[in-house]
């Protein structure tokens, strides 16, 4: 298999969908339902605050009611971001030492910018083989 060196940015996901972290749980899981995705990072007043995934979600259904509990009270408020410069063995490498399935890609101010999840990274694998 050739060498790949890219950089993040070039294949990130741009624009991901996201939520305010003041929506109820079940918001959540209905916009991560109706777009198939597992991720959604959580802003508020247009600022990259966190992100919750479907394992959030499901803990939350699973022991409370999911119109009850906000997004800001289930989320990871500090989840790994990059710079879409940052190369994407690097950030891969991140991402299999911590387990992590998702990485958000963040400009120089910190707004959001994209997303890379592990769907991503198997999506480029598969092409390469």
């Not at 997004?71 to 990871?76: I, K, R």
Request: aromatic content about 2%.
């Amino acid at each position: 298999m050739e060498a790949v060196v890219a950089q993040v940015g070039s294949v990130m996901v741009p624009h991901p969908y996201t939520i305010g972290g003041d929506q109820p749980i079940s918001v959540a899981a209905e916009r991560m339902r109706a777009h198939g995705i597992r991720h959604l990072p959580v802003l508020a007043g247009g600022r990259l605050v966190g992100l919750i995934s479907d394992r959030d979600v499901r803990l939350v259904e699973s022991v409370a009611d999911a119109e009850r509990v906000r997004v800001e009270d289930a989320m990871s408020p500090e989840p790994y971001c990059a710079r879409p410069e940052t190369s994407l063995r690097e950030v891969v490498a991140r991402m299999h030492e911590h387990k992590l399935g998702s990485v958000l890609i963040t400009d120089e101010h910190d707004r959001l910018l994209g997303i890379f999840t592990s769907t991503d990274a198997l999506r480029l694998l598969v092409e390469r083989l």
